[in-house]
Nanobody, 124 residues
Framework: QVHLAESGGGSVQAGGSLRLSCAASDAEYDYYCMGWVRQAPGKEREAVATIDNDGKTDYADAVKGRFTISQDNGKNNLWLEMRDLKLEDTAVYYC??????????????????WGQGTQVTVSS
């Protein structure tokens, strides 16, 4: 069983930056990938980024070059550094985790463990 808790969301103007955090507990992390999924109002959930046990990362094209996913050595904490934020980045961001073989951001949608989500609002 994995417990995930996000924090760090908020409101920011377009072009600004935010850092999301996810605290993970009660998991055997060695074989877990962790990732971020977002859901904008009225839209389907969208995979954003993932990181695997070896630290390899994978990103959606929409955020590549602007977002950076990272985790600490103990894999108790996951972060998403977001810069040059755009209006279309507005969404609830979820931390996700599951067993995986390699980093594939598209799989984050199917991960079995999810946090409660944190709101990110980008305004003009």
């Amino acid at each position: 069983q994995v417990h995930l808790a996000e924090s760090g969301g908020g409101s920011v103007q377009a072009g600004g930056s935010l850092r999301l955090s996810c605290a993970a507990s009660d998991a055997e992390y060695d074989y877990y990938c962790m990732g971020w999924v977002r859901q904008a109002p009225g839209k389907e959930r969208e995979a954003v980024a993932t990181i695997d046990n070896d630290g390899k990362t994978d990103y959606a094209d929409a955020v590549k070059g602007r977002f950076t996913i990272s985790q600490d050595n103990g894999k108790n904490n996951l972060w998403l550094e977001m810069r040059d934020l755009k209006l279309e980045d507005t969404a609830v961001y979820y931390c996700t985790a599951d067993l995986c073989d390699y980093a594939d951001y598209t799989e984050t949608i199917h991960y079995g463990y999810w946090g409660q989500g944190t709101q990110v609002t980008v305004s003009s």
